[in-house]
């Protein structure tokens, strides 16, 4: 099929970050899009004013006898409506990551995966080639305001794109270059275990061309031991590896972690290009840099361009957000919904504002995900001086009844063993949460609002 050949394309699950990217540039090619979603959003009225129909609620209304094409996110069910009347109707159905597939054929793809850092990667890369003057096209995972979206359409061949692995998706690209940052069991309702994880990953670095490049962290345990990479002598793609060791293809050293900037040095290929400077905080934001880093050189990119660029770089929407103040206390939203995330969000926050009052607050997400990982999440909250746990978020399509025994209220309990003279609270919603918050944030606290469920809605205290 060519979807360039298409009119009517409805989108089910068009207020998701992914499919609503997809919808952005079916929207640009002067296709009639619909599309419909379980509610409002401001990703649907963005839609709306670009000329897309948007429904809220699914029923078989929403899709026309005459659509060419449905495309749905991954969660949507088989007995949704609409799913059930396009098959009716003969009506060809893709996923998001089938449709995102069969664009990333026609352009020179870049795809950005692991599993932490992929947005954040994805957009400084994508910024990067950008500067340059390379005019990508760019769907990334997140709102960035330097694209206004998280999607923009480029006129040359490079497409960047975050490449997830949920439901092995990414397995549907076949890119030039594959970014990989990281890899560490995630996604526990869906992959059985730490080995059918780090297999998807392996299948998908399989997927690089003769001439392709993989660029990976040679730091990262995981990946040194997964079998394409053991096998660098026999692979057909070149590898290129960044870290702190030596034996790195972009070696990273004098890190300094102050209040509000981040410097480290890069020597890359035995060439000392000086140093570089972040303004968003932690390692892990250090490692992101690496990997679009080295891409950059890779395609040529002057080392005056990527720094500036970098320097330059704000963050992303919920990428260690300063959102706004409470009681003198700054609010800072992030999407860290892994124990790994969760624990390197806090470090951060402590080496950017070393002497204030960190008060960690968070809502798990999904409650498969919080009893396969509740012990690493109970080591998490370690650095933070306060921590305020709202329960957990039910991923609609993606909760088992053999999951409902467990609350965050159990990681509270935990958690306070562990830090006996912190205070540790309980909220059931996200009103007791807020409250929570107003009765204890001061002036000069810092407050880490974090999950990646709907916790982002309390950050606005003056629409909540």
Same mark, same amino acid.
């Given at each position: 099929?060519n979807i360039?050949?298409?009119?009517?394309?409805?989108?089910i699950?068009?207020g998701?970050?992914?499919? @609503?990217?997809i919808?952005?540039?079916m929207i640009?090619?002067k &296709?009639?899009? $619909?599309?419909?979603d379980?509610?409002q959003?401001?990703?649907?009225?963005?839609?709306?004013?670009?000329g897309?129909?948007? !429904?809220?609620g699914?029923?078989?209304e /929403?899709?026309?006898?005459?659509?060419d094409?449905?495309?749905?996110?991954?969660a949507v069910?088989?007995?949704?409506?609409?799913?059930?009347?396009?098959?009716? #109707?003969g009506?060809p159905?893709?996923?998001?990551?089938q449709?995102?597939?069969?664009?990333?054929?026609?352009?020179?793809?870049?795809?950005?995966?692991g599993?932490?850092?992929? $947005?954040?990667?994805?957009s400084m890369?994508?910024?990067?080639?950008?500067?340059?003057? #390379?005019?990508?096209?760019?769907?990334?995972?997140?709102?960035?305001a330097?694209?206004n979206?998280?999607t923009?359409?480029?006129?040359?061949?490079?497409?960047? !794109?975050?490449?997830?692995?949920?439901?092995?998706?990414?397995? /549907?690209?076949y890119?030039?270059?594959i970014?990989?940052?990281?890899?560490?069991?995630?996604h526990?309702d869906? !992959?059985k275990n730490?080995?059918?994880?780090?297999?998807?990953?392996?299948?998908?670095?399989?997927?690089?061309p003769?001439?392709?490049?993989?660029i990976?962290?040679?730091?990262d345990?995981?990946?040194? &031991?997964? =079998?394409? &990479?053991?096998?660098?002598?026999? @692979?057909?793609?070149?590898?290129l590896?960044f870290?702190s060791?030596k034996k790195?293809d972009?070696?990273?050293?004098?890190?300094?972690?102050k209040?509000?900037?981040t410097?480290?040095? +890069?020597?890359?290929q035995e060439? /000392?290009?000086?140093e570089?400077?972040l303004?968003?905080?932690g390692? !892990?934001?250090?490692?992101?840099a690496?990997?679009?880093i080295?891409?950059?050189?890779?395609l040529?990119?002057?080392?005056?361009?990527?720094?500036k660029?970098?320097a330059?770089?704000?963050?992303?929407? *919920?990428?260690?957000?300063?959102?706004g103040?409470?009681?003198?206390?700054k609010?800072?939203?992030?999407?860290?919904h892994?124990?790994?995330e969760?624990r390197?969000?806090?470090?951060?926050?402590k080496?950017?504002?070393p002497d204030k009052?960190?008060i960690?607050?968070f809502?798990p997400?999904? *409650?498969n995900?919080?009893k =396969?990982?509740?012990n690493?999440?109970? &080591?998490?909250?370690?650095?933070?001086?306060?921590? +305020?746990?709202?329960?957990?978020f039910?991923?609609?399509?993606?909760?088992?009844?053999?999951d409902n025994?467990?609350?965050?209220?159990d990681?509270?309990?935990?958690?306070k063993?562990?830090?006996?003279?912190?205070t +540790?609270?309980?909220?059931?919603?996200?009103?007791?949460?807020? =409250?929570?918050?107003?009765?204890?944030?001061?002036?000069?606290?810092?407050?880490?609002v974090?999950?990646a469920g709907?916790i982002?809605?309390?950050? /606005?205290y003056d629409k909540?």
């Open positions: 099929m360039n050949n298409l009119k009517k394309i409805h989108f699950g068009i998701g970050i992914g499919v @609503s990217a919808a952005k540039l640009w090619q &296709k009639k899009v $619909s599309g419909s379980c509610q959003s401001e990703i649907t009225d963005e839609l709306k004013k670009m897309a129909q948007i !429904f809220i699914h029923q078989k /929403n899709l026309e006898d005459n659509v094409l449905v495309i749905c996110t991954l069910p088989k007995d949704n409506p609409e799913i059930i009347k396009a098959e009716k #109707l009506v159905i893709f996923t998001y990551p449709a995102l597939g069969f664009l990333t054929k026609e352009k020179f793809g870049i795809a950005v995966c599993t932490h850092g992929k $947005s954040t990667a994805s890369l994508a910024l990067i080639l950008k500067k340059a003057g #390379l005019d990508p096209t760019i769907v990334v995972g997140s709102k960035v330097d694209f979206g998280n923009v359409i480029g006129k040359s061949e490079y497409f960047v !794109f975050e490449a997830c692995e949920y439901k092995r998706a990414f397995l /549907n690209y890119p030039k270059i970014i990989l940052n990281n890899i560490e069991l995630d526990t869906y !992959f730490a080995e059918d994880y780090e297999n998807a990953f392996e299948e998908f670095m399989k997927h690089l003769e001439n392709g490049t993989l990976c962290n040679g730091n345990k995981v990946i040194q &031991k997964l =079998k394409i &990479k053991n096998q660098n002598e026999n @692979s057909k793609f070149k590898i590896s870290g060791d790195n972009l070696i990273v050293s004098d890190i300094q972690l209040s509000g900037k410097r480290f040095k +890069i020597i890359f060439k /000392n290009l000086g570089f400077i303004k968003v905080p390692i !892990f934001n250090i490692y992101n690496l990997g679009a080295t891409a950059a050189l890779l040529e990119i002057k080392p005056e361009i990527i720094k660029t970098l330059d770089f704000q963050g992303i929407w *919920r990428r260690f957000e300063l959102v103040e409470i009681n003198g206390a609010i800072i939203s992030d999407y860290a892994h124990p790994t969760v390197a969000t806090i470090e951060g926050a080496n950017f504002y009052r960190i960690a607050v809502q997400h999904q *409650r995900r919080t =396969k990982l509740f690493d999440f109970v &080591k998490s909250f370690d650095q933070a001086d306060m921590v +305020i746990l709202s329960e957990i039910d991923v609609a399509g993606r909760e088992e009844k053999k025994n467990v609350s965050s209220s990681l509270v309990r935990e958690i063993k562990r830090l006996k003279e912190k +540790i609270l309980f909220a059931k919603d996200l009103e007791e949460t807020k =409250k929570i918050i107003l009765e204890n944030a001061r002036k000069d606290d810092i407050i880490l974090m999950g709907d982002y809605k309390i950050t /606005n909540h």
